[in-house]
T-cell receptor, first 115, second 109 residues
Framework: GAVVSQHPSRVICKSGTSVKIECRSL??????MFWYRQFPKQSLMLMAT?????????EQGVEKDKFLINHASLTLSTLTVTSAHPEDSSFYICSAGRDIYTEAFFGQGTRLTVV | DAKTTQPTSMDCAEGRAANLPCNHSTISGNEYVYWYRQIHSQGPQYIIHGLKNNETNEMASLIITEDRKSSTLILPHATLRDTAVYYCFKGGSQGNLIFGKGTKLSVKP
């Protein structure tokens, strides 16, 4: 099956710093990727849709200036959490698929802890 | 509306079949039924999908009622590693994933 790889799997950063998370589709090209956030004991919440070559689309309530998304190639999308604060600590997950009509493949997730 | 209805939790004995129901009464004619699961602290994993006919793959079987308003995911011989939260979607392709609470399946020895 298709593989989506996410890096890093775990990161601890100091409050006020920025963290970049990478999401790669390893064996297919993805014009669209999705970023989710999951707080403890809650379900995944869609943050944004990453579009190759164009601006990301953010869900209501998600600050686009805080969560910078770059989808510069057909196999890589990055999420940068800028000026991270402890409340940004969460599990961030990306997904991609061969096209928007077929199943999604998820990365293994990134556990971000802001101290 | 991408919402479906699933029981909050279920238990299953190891080695027995786990039958997870899902109600998707508002499904439209061209919407597929998709199932994913999330094992603790991992990204979700695609399991299976179907339109009208029952489907089977190496992970599970999917039984869809004739009126397509509900379906059942069957794990024929559940193992401890099948303990996870299972999500049912109508639509369910990557562009349409709005996660609800799913069913927390606990497989017990």
């Amino acid at each position: 099956g298709a593989v989506v790889s996410q890096h890093p799997s775990r990161v601890i950063c100091k409050s006020g710093t920025s963290v970049k998370i990478e999401c790669r589709s390893l064996d297919f090209q993805a014009t669209t990727m999705f970023w989710y956030r999951q707080f403890p004991k809650q379900s995944l919440m869609l943050m944004a849709t990453s579009n190759e070559g164009s601006k990301a689309t953010y869900e209501q309530g998600v600050e686009k200036d805080k969560f910078l998304i770059n989808h510069a190639s057909l196999t890589l999308s990055t999420l940068t959490v800028t000026s991270a604060h402890p409340e940004d600590s969460s599990f961030y997950i990306c997904s991609a698929g061969r096209d928007i009509y077929t199943e999604a493949f998820f990365g293994q997730g990134t556990r971000l802890t802001v101290v | 509306d991408a919402k479906t209805t699933q029981p909050t939790s279920m238990d299953c004995a190891e080695g027995r079949a786990a039958n997870l129901p899902c109600n998707h009464s508002t499904i439209s004619g061209n919407e597929y039924v998709y199932w994913y699961r999330q094992i603790h602290s991992q990204g979700p994993q695609y399991i299976i999908h179907g339109l009208k006919n029952n489907e089977t793959n190496e992970m599970a079987s999917l039984i869809i009622t004739e009126d397509r308003k509900s379906s059942t995911l069957i794990l024929p011989h559940a193992t401890l590693r099948d303990t996870a939260v299972y999500y049912c979607f109508k639509g369910g392709s990557q562009g349409n994933l709005i996660f609800g609470k799913g069913t927390k399946l606990s497989v017990k020895p």
